[in-house]
């Protein structure tokens, strides 16, 4: 593996070696320079004939330099300018335009200003309890078209006396920050599944207009992926409820990205091949479905990334 391999992804895949019909366990290089921070080895989780690990590649855009001296002109904003991978995941949900890309990085870490309760601090060491309660996860496999695929579960899964909504917020901004790390995802982005089956009147009371404008802005604004689509699946009568919350704080690009399926699955594979699809939602996928535990146990082992990650952007408050 050459030197300049430095772009980590996260996946599941099955390696068999067909000589053998035997798993061949891919071996990573070992003191590899990691997008901020250094580790010397590449986390590996075994779970049957699949491997949840670390994949990296080399990558090196030609518009990385415009955007490096645009960042050089933000004394304010302390970032890691000699990082060509770093500035790639900015450009990417941008098109490659580097004035674009300037102005995602200035809204991504304004957002974390004006959100510094959510973000001090964060870790997934520090968030296990979202991950144990298993109602977040991302599927192993990708959609038709490459992208990531975000399961939440917040209607019976959720025991709203065990796990808060600035909980399951959290738990979806380390998921997100470690989508941004893997190249396909910045090409192709990501669809969030929100399954609200068994949601219930006393759940419904736990969503604030506060909380739904900060995912709104957040979804719209701060994100620094492609955000494809929203699909809200099982949603009861008083889910109405609940969006009549989000609804006034969407702009048309993101309202138009929300397509409510309830229980129609045909619906929902309109737009998700079946064979991208858990059996759940009406698909013939064939892989062990990872659960909050699993990708805790991974995620936590780049505890020192997401330290490197949470070390950049404002050195002062700015005007919001």
Not at 77 to 104: C, G, H, M, Q
Not at 299 to 314: M, P, Q, R, T, V
Request: hydrophobic share 40%; proline share 5%; charged share 30%.
């Amino acid at each position: 593996m050459p030197k300049g391999i430095v772009v980590m992804c996260l996946r599941i895949y099955r390696s068999v070696d067909r000589r053998t019909n035997t798993i061949d366990i891919h071996e990573f290089e070992h003191q590899l320079q990691l997008q901020c921070s250094e580790m010397d080895e590449m986390p590996t989780i075994k779970l049957g004939d699949y491997t949840l690990q670390m994949e990296l590649e080399d990558l090196k855009p030609e518009a990385v330099n415009e955007l490096r001296e645009l960042l050089k002109e933000e004394k304010d904003l302390y970032v890691p300018l000699d990082n060509d991978i770093w500035l790639v995941r900015f450009l990417r949900p941008t098109k490659f335009y580097p004035k674009s890309a300037l102005e995602l990085i200035k809204r991504y870490y304004a957002f974390k200003v004006k959100h510094v309760n959510m973000y001090d601090g964060l870790l997934p060491s520090t968030e296990r309890n979202i991950f144990q309660q298993n109602i977040l996860t991302v599927q192993p496999n990708r959609d038709q078209f490459g992208r990531r695929i975000l399961i939440i579960e917040l209607g019976k899964k959720w025991k709203t006396d065990k796990v808060c909504l600035d909980e399951v917020f959290k738990g979806c901004v380390l998921f997100l920050e470690a989508a941004m790390l893997e190249p396909e995802t910045q090409v192709c982005g990501a669809i969030v599944i929100f399954d609200m089956d068994g949601l219930s009147l006393s759940q419904t009371t736990k969503f604030t207009p506060s909380f739904a404008k900060r995912i709104v802005d957040w979804l719209q604004d701060s994100v620094p992926l492609r955000i494809k689509n929203i699909h809200i699946v099982n949603q009861p009568y008083i889910f109405k409820a609940v969006f009549a919350l989000f609804k006034p704080f969407l702009r048309e690009k993101l309202r138009n990205r929300i397509i409510f399926h309830g229980s129609d699955r045909k619906s929902l594979q309109q737009y998700i091949s079946t064979k991208c699809l858990p059996e759940c939602y009406g698909g013939t996928l064939d892989l062990p479905r990872i659960d909050g535990e699993q990708w805790l146990e991974l995620l936590e082992k780049c505890d020192n990334e997401f330290k490197a990650i949470n070390s950049y952007g404002y050195k002062k408050k700015v005007v919001l």
